[in-house]
């Protein structure tokens, strides 16, 4: 099966790693190369500057030495909406005219401007007909576009993309038993995944993430971003500033983290109420955003969970070269995007009675005057 590259879209750079064998039961990266991009070229994982992004991705693929031109990513910003709905059976050539119409008035987005998806888990009767219970996934088409728009334009095309929840999950299925929550911290948003069994039954997207905590110190301190993001990471959350400078970055850090870790731990609370039999058990950290030095010990105490971080490259044959060059640093941020490469490209949507499927890619593809995306 030909090659496909993950793309991971940050405000300071493109990162893209080469895998042979995608949606297979073995698949190998084989190249990997991050570049730089200059300021406003990515907002919120979209390529907004069409000119900058097309050429960053041509250099990433001459850095990387990359062999084919299909693309993955996983979509996940403050533009995403996930919402439990309960619907009725959707399927066949009319199933996306029929989804738009159902979900009308359910998410605060112009139906006109959205792609839509529906990962059903489970049938229930209802007034004596067969409804799904199941997550609604909703974005913005505009924004989508523009990334599509520029990949394409740079001569690749798009071969899946897929909400990051469900990809990170596929990655990360956790234990066989118990509740497990994945949290996702990125550069704009964080993603808490909530499972069992590998099936995710609550999603939420928190809009706060690792840039925004980076910002905090660069206004702080006055330094660049680039300064900053450096800054946070080696300073992490250990203490002990002495220095004015450094006890004022210290705490506007702390202060940060300390409300992201209030909506993690709220997202927590939300499930253990609703779901008192199924309290999450264990938590898996991912994301860029959470190679804050101390993160995972200071979020399992606050949690009183189990807390460790996901091992991206667990799932795949990784070479003595590439490893040797320092891929594991770059893990975290790979997660999303490597997790679109896991699992059956196409999977069947239809949920039998009593079972509940894994998480699949989304089908829809955003249109664009190009080529489209294809799903």
Do not use: C
């Amino acid at each position: 099966m030909a090659g496909v590259v993950a793309l991971d879209l940050s405000r300071g750079g493109i990162r893209g790693v080469q895998v042979e064998s995608p949606y297979s039961a073995h698949p190998k990266i084989t190249r990997f190369a991050a570049v730089e991009v200059p300021e406003g070229t990515i907002f919120d994982g979209e390529i907004i500057d069409q000119r900058r992004g097309m050429a960053a991705i041509k250099q990433l693929w001459r850095a990387g030495g990359f062999t084919t031109k299909k693309v993955a990513f996983g979509v996940s910003n403050r533009k995403v909406v996930v919402r439990e709905v309960t619907l009725p059976v959707l399927s066949g050539p009319r199933r996306k005219a029929g989804l738009r119409f159902a979900v009308e008035g359910q998410v605060p987005i112009d139906l006109d401007d959205a792609i839509l998806d529906f990962l059903p888990l489970r049938d229930i009767a209802e007034h004596g007909e067969v409804h799904q219970e199941g997550l609604l996934v909703a974005t913005v088409r505009s924004g989508l576009e523009s990334t599509v728009n520029a990949i394409e334009r740079s001569g690749r095309f798009v071969d899946a993309i897929d909400f990051s929840g469900f990809s990170l999950l596929r990655l990360l299925p956790g234990p066989q038993r118990g509740t497990q929550a994945i949290v996702n911290v990125g550069a704009s948003t964080t993603t808490v995944v909530i499972s069992a069994n590998a099936i995710p039954h609550f999603v939420r997207i928190v809009p706060s993430g690792g840039d925004d905590v980076t910002r905090s110190i660069e206004r702080a301190i006055g330094v660049s971003f680039g300064e900053a993001e450096q800054d946070k990471i080696l300073r992490g959350l250990q203490g002990g500033a002495v220095e004015p400078r450094d006890v004022e970055a210290e705490t506007v850090l702390r202060e940060n983290v300390a409300g992201l870790i209030d909506n993690i731990r709220n997202t927590l609370a939300y499930w253990a109420n609703a779901h008192p039999d199924a309290p999450v058990s264990s938590v898996v950290l991912t994301g860029g955003g959470s190679k804050l030095s101390g993160l995972a010990a200071v979020l399992g105490r606050a949690l009183g969970v189990p807390t460790s971080y996901g091992d991206p490259l667990a799932g795949f044959a990784v070479s003595d070269k590439l490893r040797h060059a320092g891929i594991e640093h770059w893990a975290l941020e790979l997660a999303a995007p490597l997790g679109v490469t896991v699992g059956p490209k196409i999977s069947d949507r239809h949920v039998a009675k009593g079972k509940a499927p894994k998480p699949a890619r989304a089908k829809a593809a955003p249109k664009t005057k190009d080529k489209a995306g294809r799903k």
